[in-house]
């Protein structure tokens, strides 16, 4: 396993591939770089996204979860940049329209910030949680012009 880390404006992002393809990318408190191609494109398409040169990913995604939360990752990478949907909304595209809760706890547990649009996600009532903190989905909302 290699990983890399990449200071970003919403803190130091871990990035970590098994040599094939992207395994995690989660906020840090930073450490030693050993990283590879992957992750290297990785950090590449990141700053290009920080930096309002790329709105999508053209990366080997491989998050470790079960295979709904799988169903519920693969349901987030169809989100378009500058654009959301609730988690009733994910839940029904997942395949199970009354498991909010369980594409709530999918979505909690994304191992790939950022890359697999977790922040894309709000509740009914308005922005929702994230597992990265509320200021960062905060930061990710108004970078894209989501609107909420």
């Avoid at 491989?62 to 990478?77: A, C, D, I, T, Y």
């Avoid at 909010?100 to 922040?119: E, K, W, Y």
Wanted: proline share 4%.
């Amino acid at each position: 396993m290699a990983c890399e880390y990449f200071r970003s404006p919403v803190g130091v992002l871990k990035i970590c591939s098994d040599t094939e393809s992207i395994t995690e990318i989660s906020i840090s408190d930073g450490g030693e770089s050993v990283g590879d191609t992957i992750t290297a494109e990785a950090v590449r398409q990141l700053r290009e996204y920080f930096n309002e040169e790329r709105t999508e990913f053209n990366l080997p995604l491989k998050p470790n979860g079960s295979e709904f939360q799988k169903k519920v990752w693969n349901v987030l990478l169809n989100i378009p940049y500058g654009e959301s949907l609730t988690y009733s909304e994910a839940a029904e595209l997942a395949g199970n329209k009354k498991a909010c809760r369980a594409v709530g706890n999918a979505v909690g547990r994304n191992p790939i910030l950022i890359v697999i649009p977790c922040h894309r996600v709000k509740a009914k009532t308005g922005l929702g949680g994230f597992s990265a903190g509320i200021e960062v989905k905060k930061y990710l909302v108004k970078k894209e012009n989501i609107k909420i």
